[in-house]
């Protein structure tokens, strides 16, 4: 008897829970909630052994976990490519029609929240994680319970996955910031960082306190369910009972999309969430397989930004910052004004070349806005509003850090510091060895790099690895005790294991970004290769030029770089690529195809062992061509392919040379 009021009253109390925070169509009272819940929370406490997993007391948090875990995501969390304008919404269709000859598009409104992924095995929500770097996040599953549109058991026992956005509303953020100034704590600049912040707390209680919410949108395996549209994606969602935002639109051609962003740009004042543009998918999942990937983000969807905000301040001295390659870079310090939720009181200026071109003073009152939404800048000089006590710009001579005289090199708009013992170079090397996309050494920020440094524990990125021979030292520093430190060496010891291409980036070879040392560390499988490299060799690979090659070359003749490596090498260091190797194959090195038509193999998986093997595959027969794969029902690319004289393979064919 006592069991089944229990379940009854998780049943009233979920479906209440649904109508009020998922269909804003509530059936019961606050009071009837609160009779229910009190009920509910004495059965519980008297037979614990009775509560059920997707008992409602367990959204009031009080779960605290000393870390985060790290987690792999099955399927990468890839973000979308952005636009700013009309014309390149055009573009983008014109780039899919020439794929995909009559797509249709939804376009969802892009909520500025925090992305997650949700897992839930046998319809039973296990794990939330963070987007991260898009390859790992962060398990946030104790926070997500908390939130009260998650659901915690499905109406179906699926195994499944979906992503979505978690944001705090409008109202929510208003409250929180009024608690936070009645304490006299500083408030959260925008409810997107006080999203971010809210999730990635140790302690639930504080989650829960903070009244997040979710918009889903995405599955990553949607096939696995029949879903063949991105329409029946949301309404599959919907009917498991998740949050899909209502202001979803299916168009028909570009005009309806243009309409919609248009529409959405003017009226988004009104939502109850903040949001930052519009998403526009392909809705057939098919099509969005044909037109695929690039390297980093999905040629069937874009990301509208809306325009940045402007605003005028005062630009009140012009410092110069050091960077790890020695580049000077002019900063602008303001006057602090508010931008598109955030408060900004400096800006970069770049370079001499872009001061003098805007003509840019001291004392100058200057329009600033977010590139993207993201990155503030200058767009004008209010030459108007001059006094005449305005001070004319003046690059520096010599380093601010070293005194070391500057050189502006050829064919280069900055100027640089040469002196490798320049303080400011070592730091911002370390601390760019240390970033997230390079070692990712976790608890590493600028500040306590900088500290570090000074107090002469870290000196060199080999210092990293010796660091805990200085552990009692690093106890004594305020704020750091037993558990921070060791948290610091754990992430320095489990980055020995990094695979070669983040050690190369992490490196800080100049002209060596992160796609041109994953590039490197494919190419070549390990780091004694890529030394004895030659500067024609790598000139050979493609997308590797003059200048990289070079820089390459200059990096690793120098006998401070070898030892450098050596010395990893002995405190063991990973020295090897751990993807998957090139196999150059001379039917497919440096070769462009094109495929057409239908294959037994993914589109995705033919076209990763081609690249596989050294050569390209494009969307399109053009002259440059150099194959053309045919399936079964080829295209007009067949066509043209047959008109120009290019190669023709069939099925058979491309699999035979694949296996030479």
């Not at 390149?88 to 780039?95: G, S, T």
């Not at 707390?201 to 599955?219: K, M, P, V």
Request: with cysteine; proline share 4%.
């Amino acid at each position: 008897m006592i069991e089944k009021r229990m379940q009854e009253l998780v049943d009233i109390l979920n479906k209440a829970s649904y109508e009020y925070h998922t269909l804003d169509m509530p059936t019961i009272t606050d009071q009837e909630y609160d009779d229910y819940y009190a009920e509910l929370v004495k059965l519980e406490t008297k037979y614990p052994e009775l509560v059920r997993d997707d008992s409602p007391t367990h959204r009031v948090g009080g779960t605290v976990i000393d870390d985060f875990v790290k987690v792999v995501h099955e399927v990468p969390m890839m973000s979308l490519d952005d636009i700013f304008n009309e014309e390149e919404i055009r573009d983008f269709d014109e780039r899919v029609r020439k794929v995909i000859p009559h797509p249709t598009y939804v376009c969802e409104l892009k909520i500025d929240g925090l992305s997650v992924s949700l897992v839930y095995r046998n319809g039973k929500f296990v794990r939330g994680a963070t987007r991260g770097d898009g390859t790992t996040g962060e398990d946030i599953t104790h926070n997500v319970k908390t939130i009260k549109s998650v659901p915690l058991v499905l109406p179906k026992p699926l195994d499944i996955e979906v992503r979505g956005e978690i944001y705090m509303p409008k109202k929510s953020f208003e409250m929180l910031n009024e608690k936070r100034r009645a304490k006299g704590e500083k408030e959260f600049a925008n409810p997107r960082n006080a999203a971010a912040g809210s999730v990635r707390q140790l302690d639930s209680t504080i989650a829960a306190e903070r009244n997040l919410d979710t918009f889903l949108y995405h599955i990553p395996n949607a096939s696995d369910y029949a879903v063949k549209t991105q329409l029946e994606a949301l309404a599959f969602m919907k009917e498991l009972k998740f949050i899909v935002n209502p202001n979803i639109k299916h168009c028909k051609n570009v005009d309806e999309v243009v309409k919609y962003v248009m529409y959405w740009q003017q009226h988004r004042p009104e939502l109850p969430y903040e949001i930052d543009g519009v998403v526009i998918k392909v809705n057939d999942l098919n099509d969005q397989h044909t037109l695929g990937f690039t390297a980093r983000v999905p040629k069937w969807g874009i990301a509208y930004k809306f325009p940045a905000e402007e605003v005028l301040t005062k630009l009140t001295n012009i410092e110069f910052c050091v960077g790890r390659t020695g580049k000077i870079t002019p900063r602008a310090d303001l006057t602090p004004v508010h931008l598109a939720g955030s408060v900004i009181s400096s800006v970069t200026l770049h370079n001499e070349d872009y001061i003098k071109e805007k003509d840019i003073k001291i004392g100058d009152v200057v329009a600033i806005h977010k590139a993207g939404d993201v990155i503030p800048e200058v767009v004008a000089v209010k030459k108007e509003r001059r006094t005449g006590a305005e001070i004319d710009f003046k690059m520096a001579t010599h380093c601010p850090i070293c005194g070391e005289k500057l050189v502006r090199k050829e064919s280069e708009s900055a100027y640089f510091c040469l002196n490798p013992k320049c303080d400011a170079r070592k730091i911002e090397g370390l601390i760019h060895y240390a970033s997230r996309d390079a070692m990712n050494l976790d608890g590493f920020g600028e500040s306590i790099v900088e500290d570090f440094y000074n107090k002469g524990f870290l000196r060199s990125i080999k210092d990293y690895y010796t660091l805990y021979e200085h552990k009692e030292d690093l106890m004594e520093l305020e704020g750091f005790g037993e558990r921070s430190i060791q948290k610091l060496l754990t992430a320095i010891e489990d980055s020995k294991n990094n695979s070669l291409e983040r050690l190369l980036f992490g490196l800080g070879i100049r002209h060596v970004g992160k796609k041109t040392a994953h590039l490197l560390a494919q190419n070549y499988g390990t780091m004694d290769a890529l030394m004895s490299s030659t500067y024609d060799a790598l000139c050979m690979i493609p997308d590797i030029g003059e200048i990289i090659a070079q820089s390459v070359v200059d990096y690793f003749s120098d006998d401070t770089n070898k030892e450098l490596i050596s010395d990893l090498k002995a405190m063991g260091m990973n020295m090897e690529y751990q993807g998957k190797p090139k196999e150059l194959n001379e039917i497919f090195n440096e070769k462009t195809f094109v495929l057409t038509g239908t294959i037994s193999m993914p589109r995705d998986t033919a076209k990763e062992r081609i690249e596989h093997r050294g050569g390209k595959v494009t969307g399109s027969v053009t002259r440059a061509t150099d194959v053309v794969i045919v399936g079964e029902n080829p295209g007009s690319k067949y066509t043209k392919a047959q008109e120009l004289g290019i190669t023709i393979w069939d099925e058979q064919t491309f699999i035979n040379n694949l296996n030479m």
